[in-house]
């Protein structure tokens, strides 16, 4: 009741014990029963600051409660997102560029004569029926990969040269890569060409064994092909129809890219920045 009253909450200090007697001894009555009625209130006192059993029950409940309360507190991880069903769309057939078919035979009156560079020295001129089939389709492979960032002038007489010191997958391996760098000079990057060259020959060299054949020839796959080192989009498909007679698709460069645009047939220019072009966007257009 003191506890409650005072506000006390351990057991009743010394301290207060003797100011209970002092204020006793200031009442009046007798003085003589003090040390007892003194004990007797300390008692009550004591023992009303002890906890009851049911009180000491409630207080440990409660405690266990708050550890578990602090144990499920933890931070709930929060839910992934449901990833949206990828809906497939259906291609819509693109819409035919106005007069194009006049456009078109325009182009091939114009290219009746054939009497461009590229009919003169392009890679197909290189399929010399004098030699082996395989071998013919090796120097198709060897005309293309060296055609980029090339003339065709230039890139016939590297292969005149190439020709002349005996072009095959065999030479091509025994051959110094200095030596050939050399004989190729002046096509674009002949150094790097020069590495793709005897790469391709190794590779081509450990496919024809493995498949335990004798005669080593170029893939006839477009992927056999693009897997190639130094061979990209274009090579591959021109290879697939100059060495193998298989028609895969069309041969874009930077020139058909630019100029399928100038007709308006397709929309793939890059007017941000005209100088960084990708004829790969042209060519993967499908009408």
């Not at 992934?80 to 693109?94: D, N």
């Not at 080192?229 to 890219?257: E, R």
């Amino acid at each position: 009741m003191l506890r409650r009253i005072f506000g006390w909450s351990s057991p009743l200090p010394k301290a207060a014990v003797t100011r209970l007697g002092v204020m006793r001894l200031r009442s009046s009555g007798p003085v003589e029963g003090d040390d007892i009625l003194v004990q007797k209130v300390v008692v009550k006192i004591e023992a009303a600051c002890l906890p009851s059993p049911q009180r000491q029950a409630r207080c440990e409940d409660e405690a266990l409660g708050m550890k578990r309360e602090k144990k499920d507190e933890t931070p709930l991880t929060p839910k992934k997102k449901a990833k949206k069903a990828k809906i497939k769309k259906e291609r819509v057939p693109r819409k035919e560029p106005n007069g194009w078919k006049e456009i078109l035979h325009g182009i091939q009156q114009m290219r009746a004569k054939k009497d461009a560079e590229v009919d003169k020295y392009g890679c197909e001129v290189f399929f010399d029926e004098s030699f082996p089939p395989h071998v013919c389709r090796f120097h198709v492979l060897i005309a293309a990969m060296m055609s980029s960032q090339t003339k065709d002038p230039v890139n016939a007489a590297a292969m005149g040269r190439l020709i002349k010191h005996g072009l095959t997958v065999e030479s091509m391996l025994e051959i110094e890569l200095q030596e050939l760098a050399q004989l190729i000079r002046p096509v674009g990057f002949f150094n790097h060409k020069a590495k793709y060259i005897k790469q391709t020959a190794s590779i081509l060299t450990k496919q024809a064994e493995a498949e335990g054949k004798e005669v080593v020839d170029i893939p006839n796959t477009y992927e056999g092909l693009i897997a190639l080192p130094g061979v990209g989009p274009k090579m591959a498909t021109l290879v697939m129809n100059s060495a193998w007679q298989n028609t895969v698709g069309i041969c874009v460069d930077t020139h058909v890219h630019r100029i399928s645009n100038r007709l308006k047939w397709v929309k793939t220019w890059n007017k941000n920045n005209p100088k960084s072009q990708n004829p790969e966007k042209t060519r993967a257009v499908r009408i």
